[in-house]
């Protein structure tokens, strides 16, 4: 029986003390537990975590939503990163997940970009070419076993077409009018289709704008890894638009009479 | 409820800077300041530790996380940017010697445990600090704040630095600022003790302070509200007691 | 050309007993023959211009550009063979692709400048390789602004001339805009030495209009500037 306070309430694990509670004496050791445990391990977990992104279609293009947040565990770490990041004149990268990941993917399209730019024979890349590239990366780096852990949203408008996708960390990928990731693909997404779904040609700017502040304000409400904190990037005929950072209205005093959780009345 | 996440694991015996940093840039200047306490488990084997490592002229960086992890790479950037001031004839930026400190820590995530805060001044942005968390992420930030474990360490201080924050204050109240943060944190947090070490870096120079482990800055305990000790009656000697027959 | 015979011009890395290397003499020939390239750095950009002979018809507008992108911001106009040209471009975009992916920053000119002076010294070195037959012109503007390591630059045929009128001008003084009328202009004047040929004027910039970037000059200017450059040599000419 292990008494120590560090086992107090959940199993044991001697291969893990994080905290250097244990007395020296009785120091867990951290030998392999099977033959393969010394070989190589990459990282498979995030640290540094951005949450949901959205991205919906409209009239005139793509309108995409993120949080300033960087989470590190449940701490809110870093309050003004930026998640959605402008990829040449017609996309815009929004990430979840992993943001050194996410900084190391913006790096790789950046460099992308510049050779584009060098070759200067008149093309540039749109979306689809952006979106199929990071499916090629994000699976072969799944394939290495050494995944880049984030789930991507790809959105941009370029020869009179719009285009809204999604790409994770397994290289899966899938298309549609309205895409949300990580939380927001559980909360966001059902509000979203409801209020795009049938309507992607005639939705306007204004209204699109609407429905992803909406959609901001309930996640904001209900991830504890969000942010009231947030981005949205408009991607038109016009190019790519990235807001200022907007805080989001909530209302919180109907909460005031609230008394305990039931027959309370006082 | 998901699992705490395990953010690193120290190979056995492995020496730990499991810390208080912190740096804060002010209108010309950054101050950077860290506890002295590196542990071994719960045993410290150094309580009068140097964390504030020069790697250029004008830039500095804060280490937290494993000793021997976070003193190579901050033995490597050292030489890069002497290599860049050669090649270049002028001291490199604040950003430049950030980025290759987040290259190392993220192309090696899978072996390091290190949390680094670079700062510094450079000619063209003046004061600055970065952030390079776990992960190998770069942050730019007002102030940064670090040590591992980082969680309840950080936890205990992230608040009080944020009501606090300093952005444009002067040299005096950011050195007072990153002072009192670092001892309340070291007040509480086991893998963080013994003195403080500052540096006020700015375009004139690199100043070091130290403030000694028995000097420093004393916060509210509590004791004051728990009942006070009851006035003591002190018999005077002239009055003799009655004699109880 | 005494040297030829005497057996110290076969290889770059001989030299002869008089100090020469005749193998670099040799591929400054090849510079010679071809259209001038020149660069102007002025108040507030960089523009760069290159009179490319058109040896054939049968070429297509616009092909075998002789002024390429090196990064966003940095540009390079070469004379000399053609290819050796696309050689050394390439290498600058690796060398500034590698300079942005080690310091996450964009690499200044004289980074670059000097990585490509090293690379292109190398040719000079050895019994294996060939020297470049290419003079290069590089121009940026950087965090410390415009950059080109002169006031003014000009290689190939007509240099000589190009210096000449570089210097008449007061450099450090005209706008962007100004530079490219004046570009062409000396471009127009030094091709009056060869005017058999054909040639197609080629002009990029780097200024306060082109939002820090590397690009062609927008066709409205480069017809004024190309107008402008053959009134001017009609005028001079009278």
Not at chain 3, 137 to 142: K, N, P, S
Request: charged share 20%; net charge neutral.
């Amino acid at each position: 029986m292990d008494h120590h306070p560090t086992n107090w309430g959940r199993p044991r694990n001697d291969t893990v003390d994080p905290y250097g509670t244990y007395p020296i004496h009785q120091r867990p050791t951290n030998v392999p537990k099977d033959a393969f445990a010394a070989g190589i391990q990459h990282t498979q977990q995030p640290i540094v975590t951005g949450t949901s992104v959205l991205g919906i279609k409209f009239k005139d293009g793509i309108m995409m939503a993120a949080d300033n947040l960087a989470s590190y565990g449940s701490l809110a770490r870093f309050r003004d990163i930026q998640r959605l990041h402008p990829v040449g004149e017609h996309t815009v990268l929004g990430a979840g997940g992993d943001m050194s990941d996410f900084q190391y993917i913006q790096g790789i399209l950046d460099e992308l970009m510049i050779d584009e730019f060098a070759a200067g024979d008149g093309h540039t890349l749109g979306p689809a070419e952006v979106h199929n590239y990071l499916s090629e990366l994000m699976y072969a780096r799944r394939s290495k076993m050494n995944p880049l852990w984030n789930s991507l949203l790809v959105g941009g408008f370029k020869d009179g077409k719009r285009f809204l996708a999604y790409v994770d960390l397994l290289g899966t990928t899938y298309s549609a009018s309205t895409l949300a990731t990580g939380y927001g693909s559980h909360i966001a997404q059902p509000l979203l289709r409801r209020a795009v779904e049938g309507r992607e040609d005639t939705l306007t700017e204004d209204e699109a704008r609407k429905i992803l502040e909406q959609s901001m304000q309930v996640l904001f409400y209900r991830d504890a890894r969000s942010l009231d904190q947030y981005q949205i990037a408009t991607i038109t005929a016009k190019g790519v638009n990235i807001s200022e950072s907007r805080k989001l209205e909530t209302s919180w005093s109907f909460a005031e009479g609230i008394r305990g959780y039931g027959a309370q009345t006082q | 409820m998901v699992d705490r996440i395990d953010f690193q694991q120290l190979k056995s015996g492995e020496v730990n800077l499991g810390t208080s940093i912190m740096a804060v840039q002010f209108s010309n200047g950054v101050v950077i300041g860290a506890d002295s306490r590196t542990t071994t488990g719960s045993y410290i084997a150094n309580r009068v530790t140097d964390k504030l490592t020069h790697v250029h002229d004008r830039v500095y960086c804060c280490r937290s996380g494993s000793a021997a992890d976070t003193q190579a790479v901050a033995d490597i950037v050292h030489y890069y940017l002497q290599l860049y001031s050669q090649q270049t004839g002028a001291p490199p930026p604040v950003h430049t010697a950030a980025s290759i400190f987040q290259r190392m820590c993220y192309e090696n995530k899978d072996q390091l445990s290190a949390g680094i805060i670079v700062a510094g001044w450079d000619k063209e942005v003046g004061p600055s600090v970065y952030n390079i968390p776990l992960g190998g992420g770069l942050f730019r930030q007002p102030w940064a704040i670090g040590g591992t474990p980082p969680v309840p360490a950080q936890r205990t201080y992230t608040g009080t630095a944020t009501r606090r924050t300093r952005r444009a204050g002067g040299r005096d109240e950011t050195v007072e600022f990153v002072k009192n943060t670092l001892a309340l944190a070291m007040s509480r947090d086991g893998s963080s003790g013994g003195v403080i070490r500052m540096c006020v870096i700015t375009e004139e120079g690199v100043e070091r302070l130290f403030v000694p482990g028995n000097e420093l800055p004393k916060f509210w305990t509590g004791t004051e509200v728990l009942a006070a000790p009851k006035e003591k009656v002190v018999l005077d000697p002239q009055v003799a007691p009655m004699v109880i027959e | 050309m005494t040297s030829i015979g005497t057996g110290y011009d076969l290889s770059a890395s001989t030299y002869s007993p008089d100090g020469r290397i005749f193998q670099v003499e040799y591929a400054n020939k090849a510079v010679e023959n071809s259209g001038t390239a020149i660069g102007l750095k002025v108040k507030d950009g960089v523009v760069l211009a290159v009179e490319k002979l058109v040896h054939s018809k049968l070429l297509v507008p616009g092909a075998n550009r002789r002024i390429q992108t090196v990064d966003r911001h940095i540009g390079l106009a070469t004379a000399g063979l053609p290819a050796d040209g696309r050689t050394v471009a390439n290498r600058a975009r690796d060398e500034a692709a590698g300079y942005r992916d080690f310091y996450r920053s964009p690499p200044t000119l004289k980074t670059i400048a000097d990585r490509i002076g090293h690379f292109v010294q190398m040719y000079t070195l050895y019994s294996s390789v060939r020297p470049f037959g290419i003079s290069t012109i590089l121009g940026a503007v950087d965090k410390d602004g415009p950059a080109l390591g002169y006031h003014g630059a000009a290689v190939g045929k007509g240099r000589q001339l190009a210096k000449t009128e570089l210097e008449k001008l007061k450099l450090s003084e005209l706008t962007a805009r100004e530079a490219v009328i004046e570009a062409a202009r000396i471009i127009y004047l030094v091709h009056e030495d060869a005017k058999e040929k054909e040639f197609e004027l080629e002009m990029s910039w780097i200024g306060p209009e082109t939002n820090g970037l590397h690009v062609a000059v927008p066709k409205d200017l480069f017809d004024e500037a190309e107008a402008k450059a053959k009134e001017a040599l009609v005028s001079g000419l009278e």
